[in-house]
């Protein structure tokens, strides 16, 4: 007969049997009632739910740049520790805002540094064998991050581990970063973690996964200083859901918290190239520091002096690229147009190093002297680091092409053998296209896309419920990433996704470059670029005829070519419950010229044109500056800035750069020399 300890046993088994942890297991995705073929699996995971609610999360342009940046650290050839430093980067953001907004900011880090990072399956083995991510072996700038880890695919082999840094696969135990920081990790432990049941690790990523969501909940209701306790919490029983754990690594040592400080950085201006096991240098310059002083070029704060470094190989690239030299200040991947890596590092000296006003000023003098020198060569670079009296020789690195060729006039004779040696080794190193078993792409002239459909972009307001028009993938399931107002962030991925998830041959990757290379043909931000790409493929879309529209719901500009009418105004809701797909972003276009003027009268109305300088050298003007009467001050045809002073100096900065432009064009003679250009940025900016 049973006594009452037994009753007790049996009653409190069948209320843990009844709870719903017990169902914890991924269910496994359906198409067409058929089960789907997850190799590779769960290459979704580099875009999480927390980036969309990180765009949300704070004023202004800085947590729109933050959710655009913090997928690439998902991706699977990331190194290890690159998801731990973004997360320290949301982390440095949140401190300028105010308790609420930092503190959901911070718990979105916590949340993001817990998402599932990026690992490709084991192709050597058949069935190919589903790996694990190696952890960071360093411990994170801010202590809210302390013993977070990201989570594994429970579906993973519990022993094997993908490393970003030789692309290889590594056994548990073989390496220190085949287990979390900090853990007394060892060959021998690995066997008892062989030998573990595949249900605990089951339970251990839902653990992870629901720990991160009520970590998130809390610390959005919380104050700043209540998250670090909400974030202890999380820690516990991330550590305890590890999926690599096993009985003898179960125990956490207690969190290591690292004081860091703004002390200047000294790094190295060499590029180099990851080929298998070795680097190979590819720019001869030598580690290169400032020598100017901090009163002539002002105090970067938080951050080290801006240094840009030019070489093959960034990011596993074929071709040339920069990209800035310290990734710990200014965590940016490489990108052949200098643009988007200066734009990035002087938006940085605002949002994170808390750099003073000289800084930033001569961030934006370092831009504009990049774009004098011509555009993908290592002299832009050279230009943009000597302003911050830093000297490099990139010049001599010779161009590369996407194709991994040489572009004839660039460099000199010792840095074109060495880089193109190295382009070279990197072509061959490159691993074949695995075969598809499917494909709904084209196998002729534009290639077999493999296991994903011919990319197409759509372009319209309303995507992921922003005001203004932006771009997306038209095919989720095969490209799932969010919207963007630059065009570049969905190409990228789309020709990145062909490698990392596709498995789709040279011929469709070449053709992805080339469309990228169309888009970035026409005016930027408007529905030609998405014609431009999807022409490429054989795609015919009319996205030049969707009125563009700005980030308070206002018509600025149109392609209304196809129809000749002209962009009216739209009011903000309209733009807001603007339809995804093509057909309806085309109703948006205008009709009324009356509207029109209208419109653009309206933008204008708030106290009219602020930049009073009149200088206007091989007659380019300053672009116009006013204010929106929201605090916020539009620069004509730029960005928005939450201060006078900054507008006012953006509108300056783009006058120099179109009147370098004009210098250039007209052979640099004479009084308009972009020496001239320079002299008349520093009277504009002084006319404030």
């Known amino acids: 007969m049973f006594n ?68 690439t650290p998902l991706l699977a050839a990331q190194p290890e520790c690159s998801q731990q430093d973004f997360a320290d980067k949301i982390i440095d953001a949140a401190q300028q805002f105010d308790a609420a907004t ?9 949340e993001y540094r817990q998402a599932e990072k990026n690992s490709p399956p084991d192709f050597t083995t058949n069935p190919p064998t589903n790996r694990n991510t190696v952890f960071c072996q360093k411990a994170p700038k801010n202590a809210e991050l302390n013993g977070l880890v990201q989570a594994q695919d429970p579906a993973n082999d519990p022993n094997l581990f993908f490393d970003p840094a030789t692309q290889k696969s590594v056994k548990k135990g073989d390496q220190p970063n085949t287990f979390p920081f900090g853990t007394a990790g060892s060959a021998s432990s690995s066997g008892s973690a062989a ?46 859901a590890d999926p690599t754990a096993t009985d003898d690594t179960a125990t956490c040592p207690p969190p290591v918290t690292v004081t860091v400080t703004g002390d200047a950085v000294e790094t190295s201006a060499a590029a180099t190239v990851t080929v298998g096991d070795a680097a190979t240098t590819t720019s001869a310059a030598p580690t290169a520091t400032s020598t100017a002083s901090s009163a002539a070029i002002g105090d970067f704060g938080k951050c080290t002096v801006p240094q840009i470094e030019f070489g093959v190989g960034f990011d596993n690239r074929k071709e040339t690229s920069f990209q800035p030299v310290d990734k710990t200040s200014f965590n940016h ?43 993908k060569t290592g002299g832009q670079a050279d230009a943009f680091n000597a302003v911050f009296g830093i000297t ?71 995507f992921d419920n922003r005001k203004e028009t932006s771009f997306q993938p038209d095919d989720k399931t095969s490209y799932n990433h969010g919207s963007a107002q630059n065009i570049d962030i969905i190409t990228q991925f789309i020709c990145d996704t062909l490698t990392n998830s ?17 888009a970035d043909t026409k005016t930027a931000k408007t529905g030609a670029q998405a014609d431009a790409f999807n022409a490429v493929f054989g795609i015919t879309t009319n996205f030049a005829s969707v009125a563009v529209i700005d980030d308070q719901g206002r018509v600025v500009s149109a392609e209304t070519a196809a129809t000749g009418g002209v962009a009216a105004a739209v009011p903000s809701s309209t733009a807001v419950a603007s339809s995804t797909s093509a057909a309806a972003a085309t109703s948006v276009k205008a009709t009324s010229s009356a509207a029109a003027a209208t419109s653009t009268a309206a933008s204008t109305a708030t106290g009219g044109n602020l930049q009073t300088f009149t200088g206007a050298l ?48 007209s052979g640099n003679k004479g009084d308009l020399t972009v020496s001239a250009c320079g002299d008349q940025q520093t009277q504009c900016n002084a006319s404030h």
Not at 102 to 110: D, Q
Not at 511 to 518: I, L, N
Request: aromatic share 4%.
């Open 618 to 665: 091989g007659g380019v003007t300053p672009p116009a500056v006013t204010a929106l009467g929201n605090g916020q001050f539009q620069v004509d045809g730029n960005s928005a800035f939450n201060d006078l002073s900054n507008a006012l100096t953006r509108s300056c900065d783009v006058q120099h750069n179109k009147c370098a432009n004009a210098a250039n064009a």
């Open 195 to 240: 030998a573990s049941s595949s249900a605990p690790a089951v339970a251990s990523s839902s653990v992870a996964a629901s720990t991160a969501a009520s970590t998130s909940a809390a610390a959005s209701s919380a104050d700043s200083s209540s998250v670090a306790s909400v974030t202890a919490t999380a820690t516990g029983a991330v550590r305890a």
């Open 333 to 375: 991947g490489s990108a052949q147009n200098i643009d988007i890596i200066t734009q990035f590092i002087c938006d940085t000296l605002t949002n994170t190093c808390a750099a003073d006003q000289t800084a930033k000023d001569t961030c934006q003098k370092a831009r504009a002297a990049a774009d004098t020198v011509t555009a």
């Open 502 to 518: 596709c498995a789709a041959d040279q011929t469709a990757k070449d053709t992805c470059q080339q469309a990228r290379a169309a």
């Open 102 to 110: 930092k503190a959901n900011m911070i718990s979105l880090a916590v």
């Open 4 to 71: 009452k300890s037994q009753v007790t046993f049996l009653l409190a088994l069948s209320v843990v049997s009844l709870s719903s942890s017990v169902f914890g297991r991924e269910r496994w995705l359906e198409r067409d009632g058929r089960s789907i073929e997850l190799y590779p699996r769960r290459f979704g995971q580099e875009h999480p739910a927390v980036i969309d609610k990180l765009s949300a999360a704070c004023p202004g342009e800085i947590c729109g740049n933050l959710a655009g940046g913090a997928i």
């Open 392 to 462: 490099t020789q990139f010049a001599d690195v010779t161009e590369i092409d996407n194709q991994g060729n040489p572009v004839a006039g660039t460099g000199n004779g010792s840095a074109a053998a060495t880089t193109q040696a190295a382009a070279t080794a990197v072509a061959s190193a490159a691993p074949a296209a695995t075969s598809a078993t499917t494909t709904t792409g084209s196998s002729s002239g534009i290639g077999n896309f493999g296991k994903c459909t011919v990319p197409k972009i759509d372009f319209a307001a309303g």
